[in-house]
Structure formats: C-alpha cells, structure tokens
C-alpha cells in the first residue's frame, strides 16, 4: 500500500513541478525542423510572428531565464526541455487515467437519483461556462471595431 502511496504522491509532484510547462504555450521541439522555423519567420512580415514562429519551433525558456542565459546555454535547456517532454506527457496521460478511475469510484458510490442530480448539475456548469466563453469572445471581437 504504501508503495503505491509514493508513485501516487511521486506522480503528483512532478505534475505540480511540470504545471508551469503545461500553463504555459510550451511547444515540443520534435516534429518540426529548426530550418522550417526560421524560413518562416524570416518570410513573414510581422516580427511577432517572426518571434512567435521561433519560439514555438525551440520550445520555451523558464521565467527569467532570456534575461541571464547564453546562446549555449539556452540550446542546452531546449535540448533538456525535449528529453523531458515524452515523460510529463507519460506522467499527465497517468494521472487523467487515475483521476478518470477516481472519478468513477466516487460516482459508484452514490445512488441512481444522487448520480442523475450530479450529471444534471455538471452539464448546467457546462452550459454557463460555454455562454460565459462566447461572451467572452463577442466582447473582445467588439473591441477592435469600438477602437476604429
């Protein structure tokens, strides 16, 4: 029981220590040619998507780190950051399994009618965070025109 104890608590840490990559717009770096990356940013004529375009193509660097890291050392963490990535996707993937399980586990535990109620209840949160997102969207799409 016990060691079951520790890979449950090992697993939660590492996500908790990998939240900040998976909040972030981390993209991995296999997948996508370093040289594919820089001949889009060098075609486009906005520089943010040019910056945009190199960044997603070598990943991300932790908070504070553009500020005091060399070139060097920069293509070290990215180097870091792909052996790492195949593992937290590993790890996440582990936990959306166990939370899945937990969940079902705590659903058998209460009755059909108790069961029907929390259901009902999710789906009304559902709907009103769907309306709340669309309002969202139509606010911010109003703002540009309000600006002209």
Not at 11 to 37: K, M, N, R, S, Y
Not at 59 to 71: D, E, F, H, I
Request: proline content about 5%; aromatic content about 6%; charged content about 30%.
């Amino acid at each position: 029981m016990k060691s079951l104890e520790l890979r449950m608590l090992a697993v939660c840490f590492l996500v908790a220590a990998c939240w900040g990559l998976a909040t972030t717009d981390f993209q991995p770096l296999w997948g996508q040619e370093p040289a594919d990356a820089a001949t889009q940013a060098e075609s486009s004529d906005d520089p943010a998507d040019a910056r945009a375009a190199r960044r997603n193509a070598r990943g991300r660097l932790p908070a504070y780190y553009t500020r005091v890291v060399s070139g060097d050392q920069r293509e070290q963490i990215y180097k870091i950051q792909q052996n790492y990535e195949p593992k937290i996707q590993e790890l996440l993937a582990q936990v959306r399994q166990l939370r899945e399980k937990r969940d079902k586990e705590i659903d058998g535990v209460l009755t059909p009618e108790q069961l029907e109620r929390v259901n009902q209840l999710r789906a009304e949160a559902r709907e009103r965070q769907q309306r709340r997102r669309q309002q969202q969207n139509a606010a911010a799409s109003d703002q540009p025109a309000a600006a002209e």
